[in-house]
């Protein structure tokens, strides 16, 4: 008889029947709670094999295939964990940071939706934006944005959505990387104003991506209301940044990914050596005594150390090692004990630095590790990934810009981005436009700036050259013609960093400069001067028919009666 049977031996009929079932019912839950934590336990395993493996074997077929959303989010947990403890991957990633947006980006052609712009900047186009923007993508992978649609963009704002809160993605069956729905598993916390009780609400919906969205408003269909049961967000439309995904993924992971395991190896090693030299210096001093003195050298090592007189803790450092063979000899330890060298562990930091594609020089902030070239400029790998970076942030804006009713397209018929007329100063300047030009030109002789046909989006150089350089360059570029004297103006203006007094495209004229203006008078005048005394000596200069001349008497100026007066003279003798 089992012990349940016991108990119910003074049960009733209809009483043992329910305990039966609830008996039954939570032997279930047991059974389905084993399978969960088994379930659990292989997939820790499965994860913990597949990254132990990466560099030296092949992934399972799953992972390859595509990296789970499940296994992304905890590979993005422990991400932000080593960002925010370790500082040799704080290091890094703020240098990529300070690499991609440390100055800052050039907006053209967007004086249409400023206001959508001045909105969204907080959470878009502000510094601070930029820069979390783009650690999310070091400890995320990826990051979502969702933007308010049709007229719901005057009375909503943008936000930007946690990688935790997106639990699925629904794709096109034809194209897996094709995702048409984000589900979102979210919960909204309300607060009573008047007994400030707390309550949370768990809400599921799906989200269409920008570019589902934009597909179904050009085919003139309106959005799903619901899902596989479950409602379709109406309000906002979600635009995902991913980075470091492959081929067939939907996905990203993060920058911090590869460096993860190096950066434990790094920081364990560290500490170990840290260990090291706290135990050698324990020992200070080192007395080598006659084989005579074993028993009182063994109770100078036996004896406890001493204690502070102020605060009673055991003194441990300072201690003195005791040696019964040698001649009385005393020597001090080495200051950093006999084997201990913290520059043995550079090549873990070099896996840091690779994996994060910047330099050893700016892991460690050790410019020992490279010559003063290293330590200020960049190598062409870190800077062509840099520039990589920034090319997928202009394609994130440009997306945007077009969502919101902008042109980013040179127009139809046009030859290598530029239209076939090329008469005209304004059309010089649209056509140039038109071919990606980073600024605007000036449009006439007006001196009013040319307005952009389509958005633009430039970065200014992640490496220049020094100030000199870069003003000689400009400088020549202007005397070869292949530069128009405001945009010189303009880059000068960027290179010194000096607030321009009047719009960048109106240039200095000689009004402006009241003692160039003096000068300039000063040197006219000089020069009519100078003309004039150059007419008065050409007059006393013998002019053509008079060369060779000999001069009338009673008079020292030649004439062309010269020859007469010699006669009349003739025949006055």
């Known amino acids: 008889m089992g012990l349940f049977d016991l108990f119910n031996e003074n049960k009733s009929s209809s009483e043992r029947i329910a305990l039966a079932i609830e008996n039954d019912a939570l032997n279930a839950e047991v059974r389905y709670l084993g399978g969960e934590i088994k379930e659990l336990q292989e997939d820790f395993l499965k994860i913990s094999d597949a990254f132990d493996n990466v560099g030296w074997s092949p992934m399972p077929d799953a992972e390859a295939a595509e990296i789970p959303l499940s296994t992304v989010k905890k590979v993005a947990k422990i991400a932000r964990s080593t960002y925010t403890m ?46 979390e923007f783009e650690r999310v993508l070091a400890t995320d992978g990826n ?100 980075v470091n995904k492959q081929i067939g993924w939907r996905w990203g992971v993060p920058d911090i990914m590869p460096v993860i395991f190096w950066a434990k190896a790094y920081k364990e090693y560290l500490e170990d050596n840290a260990l090291l030299v706290k135990a050698y ?118 997306e945007l810009f077009k969502f919101w009713g902008l042109e980013i397209t040179p127009p139809k018929g046009s030859t290598n981005g530029t239209t076939g007329n090329k008469s005209g100063s304004a059309d010089v300047a649209k056509n140039l436009k038109a071919a990606g030009r980073a600024r605007d030109i000036q449009e006439s002789e007006a001196g009013t700036p040319p307005e952009s046909e389509y958005a633009v989006v430039t970065w200014p150089q992640i490496q220049t050259d020094t100030t000199l350089d870069r003003i000689k360059a400009i400088g020549t570029a202007v005397e070869l013609g292949v530069l128009y004297k405001q945009e010189a103006r303009k880059e000068i203006l960027d290179v010194t960093n000096i607030p321009p007094y ?50 009338a008497s009673g008079g020292s100026t030649p004439s062309n009666s010269a020859r007469a007066n010699r006669d009349t003279n003739k025949n006055n003798s």
């Open 281 to 398: 210096s324990r020992l200070a001093w080192q007395y080598k005594g006659s084989s005579g003195q074993s028993g009182i050298a063994a109770a100078s090592v036996m004896r406890p150390p001493s204690r502070d007189p102020q605060t009673g803790e055991l003194s441990d450092i300072g201690g003195t090692a005791m040696n019964s063979m040698g001649g009385g000899e005393l020597t001090p330890m080495p200051a950093t004990g006999s084997s201990v060298d913290f520059s043995k562990g550079s090549p873990l930091a070099s896996a840091i630095a690779a994996g994060l594609e910047v330099s050893l020089v700016v892991v460690t902030s050790d410019p020992s590790a490279g010559n003063r070239a290293t330590a200020e400029t960049l190598d062409l790998p870190t800077l062509k990934a840099m520039e990589s970076r920034q090319q997928i942030h202009t394609e994130r804006f440009l």
């Open 86 to 131: 370790n500082p040799f991957v704080k290091r890094g990633v703020n240098a990529r940071i300070q690499y991609i947006w440390g100055k800052g980006i050039n907006f053209d052609g967007v004086d249409d939706i400023r206001d959508r712009m001045d909105e969204a900047r907080r959470k878009i186009f502000s510094p601070q934006a930029f820069e």
């Open 502 to 551: 009047r719009p960048w495209y109106e240039l200095p004229t000689i009004e402006d400069d009241p003692a160039a203006a003096e000068q300039q008078r000063v040197d006219a005048e000089n020069e009519d001067k100078a003309f004039q005394r150059e007419q008065t000596a050409a007059k006393v200069v013998a002019s053509q028919g008079v060369s060779g001349g000999t001069s």
């Open 143 to 242: 990051a979502f944005t969702a933007l308010p649609i049709g007229d719901k963009q005057d009375t909503n704002s943008v936000f930007r959505i946690g990688l935790d809160d997106i639990t699925n993605a629904v794709s096109n069956p034809l194209d897996r990387e094709d995702v048409w729905f984000y589900k979102r598993e979210y919960t909204i916390i309300k607060t009573n104003s008047q007994t400030g009780e707390v309550t949370n609400d768990d809400v599921i919906k799906y989200y269409v991506s920008l570019p589902h969205y934009q597909k179904l408003e050009k085919e003139g269909k309106p959005l799903p209301r619901r899902f596989n049961g479950v409602g379709i967000e109406q309000n906002y439309i979600i635009q995902h940044t991913c």
